[in-house]
């Protein structure tokens, strides 16, 4: 029996991005009718990439004197072990999205995020919570787009009992996530910055830096 395999598409349009020394090239992807972004997956870019970025996202946390490292899973978990790393730290946290056995009891934040159609829940297990209880937490993700998940991590480390002083992230979208954020928006130290794309009548696509 013949097996067919299915041919690659035409290549998407890309936006190059600067994250801190590196420059990288995203695919542009439709997100709404009129709206593009352009998505960063860490894991597609290679070791290297990862544990440059880590290494230069953590010297913008330094001066924060965070003893742990929180993140989202799971495009957050390469940059949180980076990012600990470089710290010279040796525990990190991770607010997950799936449910899992363990997580059955967990403490909950809903979320909705950019990338995802569906409502999620954040969920940090219990069993996790001495962690980050009194301790000065650092946040990292991929991404800050809406701010809707950097809100929701927030709020769910404070919940058990941690005290967030910085959020890092290789790049801010556009600029929603400070309305979103409010004062937090304060925190966030960032690698690099990105705009949302908006669909023009004749196909070519606007470059927004504010809001959409």
Not at 22 to 42: G, Y
Not at 64 to 75: G, H, L, P, R, Y
Not at 79 to 92: C, F, H, N, Q, S
Not at 176 to 191: F, I, K, N, Q
Request: with cysteine; net charge negative; hydrophobic share 45%.
């Amino acid at each position: 029996m013949a097996i067919e395999i299915e041919q690659p598409g035409p290549p998407r349009p890309t936006y190059r991005a600067t994250v801190g020394s590196q420059e990288i090239d995203l695919p542009l992807v439709q997100v709404a009718d009129d709206i593009s972004i352009a998505l960063l997956i860490c894991v597609d870019h290679g070791l290297n990439f990862s544990a440059t970025a880590g290494r230069e996202l953590a010297d913008l946390l330094k001066p924060f004197d965070v003893d742990i490292i929180a993140s989202v899973a799971t495009m957050g978990i390469p940059l949180a072990i980076e990012v600990t790393r470089a710290l010279g730290l040796d525990d990190y946290a991770i607010l997950h999205k799936t449910p899992k056995i363990h997580l059955a009891d967990a403490v909950a934040e809903p979320v909705r995020s950019i990338t995802t159609a569906t409502a999620q829940r954040l969920l940090f297990d219990r069993a996790r919570i001495a962690a980050l209880q009194g301790k000065r937490v650092g946040i990292v993700d991929d991404v800050i787009s809406t701010g809707a998940s950097s809100r929701a991590a927030l709020r769910l480390v404070r919940r058990v009992g941690g005290q967030p002083v910085v959020f890092g992230a290789l790049l801010t979208e556009g600029s929603s996530w400070r309305g979103t954020l409010g004062p937090d928006a304060e925190m966030v130290r960032a690698l690099g910055a990105i705009p949302i794309f908006r669909h023009e009548a004749d196909g070519s696509l606007e470059e927004v830096w504010g809001r959409v």
